[in-house]
């Protein structure tokens, strides 16, 4: 499949959240734009101070923004909200700094193809030394093996932020988390409400930009969230017994 804005599908949209993150989207963008129509990008400013509001005017891409930086799962939360109310069918995530190739986009576009019942899609990075910082390897395997037990499924790449999400899952679903654990919240609420979660390969891309994840404290503070939300899903489950 050839990508260009005239061959890209009308009901799959992609959404960026960013925050502080201009110089990543000028890099990204013209690229992005070579494969998508700029009216189906959704940038999700999350309170940046920037410049990010005048380069997506410039770029014609549809712009949303928080007054404040609230966290990256309530900018997903906004552009799902709005993408939905576009007609979205599927709505793709992208990080703003440029670490996922646009390259791999076909990749999402042809498993959905084949697969129209997933209800999450998530790109698998190459999680080795020399691919992946340590510490991103060492928070990516904790959290990755706790949501696997949790969800029941095989969760290959918690972290990745590249990902297919279908509107079916995202009008079936609440989003409660604003900040690190929300796309974590998806997967469990996906896996709670039977949606398939599927994994392909994608590219694994590093630079030396910064990061506004702190590994250690972020991923402790993470256990905390996603075991509430786990326990709330088994408590609703247990009065829903109850109830039938």
């Not at 013209?30 to 990008?41: D, F, I, K, N, W």
């Not at 007054?67 to 109310?85: I, M, S």
């Not at 959905?112 to 390897?137: E, F, N, V, W």
Request: with cysteine; aromatic share 8%.
């Amino acid at each position: 499949m050839n990508l260009s804005p005239d061959t890209w599908p009308r009901d799959i949209y992609l959404c960026i959240p960013s925050y502080q993150a201009a110089a990543g989207l000028a890099t990204v963008l013209p690229g992005l734009l070579e494969s998508v129509p700029a009216r189906q990008v959704c940038i999700v400013d999350d309170g940046s101070t920037d410049g990010t509001r005048e380069l997506c005017v410039r770029s014609g891409t549809l712009y949303l923004s928080h007054h404040r930086n609230y966290g990256k799962g309530a900018a997903l939360a906004t552009g799902f909200t709005r993408l939905l109310q576009e007609g979205a069918e599927a709505v793709i995530t992208m990080d703003a700094d440029g670490q996922h190739s646009v390259d791999d986009l076909v990749l999402f576009l042809e498993d959905y193809r084949s697969h129209p019942d997933t209800g999450i899609c998530i790109g698998k990075r190459k999680m080795a030394q020399g691919h992946m910082p340590l510490l991103r390897i060492f928070s990516n395997t904790v959290t990755s093996r706790l949501l696997t037990l949790l969800c029941g499924v095989p969760i290959l790449d918690s972290q990745c932020g590249y990902r297919l999400y279908s509107s079916r899952l995202l009008r079936a679903i609440a989003i409660t988390s604003r900040r690190f654990a929300m796309e974590s919240e998806v997967l469990l609420k996906a896996s709670y409400l039977g949606f398939p979660i599927r994994f392909i390969e994608v590219q694994t891309l590093y630079f030396k930009s910064a990061s506004h994840i702190s590994h250690v404290l972020d991923t402790l503070r993470w256990i905390r969230e996603v075991g509430s939300i786990w326990l709330s899903l088994r408590r609703s489950s247990r009065n829903d017994k109850q109830t039938n």
